[in-house]
């Protein structure tokens, strides 16, 4: 069966200094792959989407990046975080083909920014 | 670009009262996706429908989508206490990218025991 991992799942992390969050998916391959930042409004915003290995899809401009190394992992960063970087940040795949293609959501990264 | 609203953004109910919210996005779509968030989770996938007018039932909650497909509704009967959390929707636009998902901002459910 498929699995997704997130971590770490909580981080508390200074303004200015850099971030790293890191998904990775088991169990399938070929995935699409997605991150989204719930913020306490409760919406889903989508940040980045990739198809493939190193096929990134920008969908907020912001000082956040995405990376695709490899088939089945998916990393956020930032070179400096700001205070509005302070969020739930969920990663998600979905199959490539097919239907339905539901996102199957990671348990999620809790970032506060102080 | 896609719009999906959702109403109402809160809903407050006693237990074995009714429950539906409204998902209406701005374009047509491929299919309606519905979501369910428990607090402090993670969105879980519930349902899909993909046919104009469509309706289908899991146990006590009911969706439908609408005839012209830009509007979705999830019916829940007799809530219980396990019914809380947020429910989104979300869909992939007719003709449009198959990729992404345009989420609407969800309704959250509380439930009074």
């Known amino acids: 069966s498929q699995t997704i991992h997130q971590w770490p799942a909580t981080l508390v992390q200074p303004v200015g200094s850099p971030l790293s969050l890191e998904c990775t998916v088991e169990?399938?391959?070929?995935?699409?792959l997605y991150w989204y930042r719930q913020a306490a409004g409760r919406g889903l915003q989508l940040l980045f989407y990739?198809?493939?290995?190193?096929?990134i899809s920008s969908e907020v401009p912001q000082n956040l990046s995405a990376s695709r190394p490899q088939d089945r992992q998916f990393i956020l960063s930032s070179k400096k975080l700001l205070l509005s970087d302070s969020g739930f940040y969920l990663c998600a795949w979905s199959v490539r083909t097919g239907s339905p293609r539901e996102q199957f959501f990671g348990p999620g990264t809790r970032l506060t920014v102080l | 670009g896609q719009q999906v609203m959702q109403i109402p953004q809160y809903q407050h109910v006693q237990e074995g009262e009714d429950f539906t919210t409204y998902c209406n996005s701005s374009?047509?779509?491929?299919?309606i996706q519905w979501y369910k968030q428990r607090p402090g989770g993670h969105p879980v996938f519930l349902i899909q429908?993909?046919?104009?007018?469509e309706v289908k039932k899991q146990k006590r909650l009911t969706f439908q989508f609408g005839e012209a497909k830009k509007n979705s509704s999830l019916h829940i009967t007799a809530t219980q206490t396990t019914d809380v959390g947020t429910y989104f929707c979300?869909?992939?636009?007719?003709?449009?990218?198959?990729?992404?998902?345009?989420f609407g901002k969800g309704t959250l459910l509380t439930v009074n025991p």
């Open positions: 429908l993909v046919k104009s007018g």
């Open positions: 979300a869909g992939h636009p007719s003709g449009g990218s198959n990729y992404k998902l345009t």
């Open positions: 990739s198809v493939g290995i190193g096929q």
């Open positions: 169990g399938t391959s070929n995935p699409n």
């Open positions: 374009t047509t779509l491929s299919n």
